[in-house]
């Protein structure tokens, strides 16, 4: 039911810029936060950047605090994560996660498949 479409990945030189777009359908998109997590090649997973329900208020990692932006547009069930000023270490399968409660039930999180970003020369 609930599904995460990510896409805006790519190859991308160092100090450029991309921007991943995730459309998410299933849930009340505009009730819940929403998050970007990235996995490096031999690495855990970590979070990069998260976003409340209304858009109000967003949260980084320090390793992309001042380069990257997470925002949202509600209207198109809609979150993005814009990335300037890329590193190599920026390279990673990126993710988009929503973590939904049905009800006073459990919140359950929903992960996409993940699209690549690559920062070489």
């Known amino acids: 039911q609930v599904q995460l479409v990510e896409s805006g990945g790519g190859l991308v030189q160092p100090g450029g810029s991309l921007r991943l777009s995730c459309a998410a359908s299933?849930?009340?998109?505009?009730?819940?936060?929403m998050s970007w997590y990235r996995q490096a090649p031999g690495k855990e997973r970590e979070l990069v950047a998260v976003?409340?329900?209304?858009?109000?208020?967003?949260n980084y990692a320090d390793s992309v605090k001042g380069r990257f932006t997470i925002s949202r547009d509600n209207a198109k069930n809609t979150v993005y994560l814009q990335m300037n000023s890329l590193k190599p270490d920026d390279t990673a399968v990126y993710y988009c996660?929503?973590?939904?409660?049905?009800?006073?039930?459990?919140?359950?999180?929903?992960w996409g498949q993940g699209t690549q970003v690559t920062i070489s020369s």
């Open positions: 976003i409340t329900n209304t858009g109000g208020t967003t």
């Open positions: 996660k929503a973590r939904v409660r049905y009800g006073l039930g459990p919140r359950v999180d929903y």
């Open positions: 299933g849930f009340t998109f505009s009730s819940y936060a």
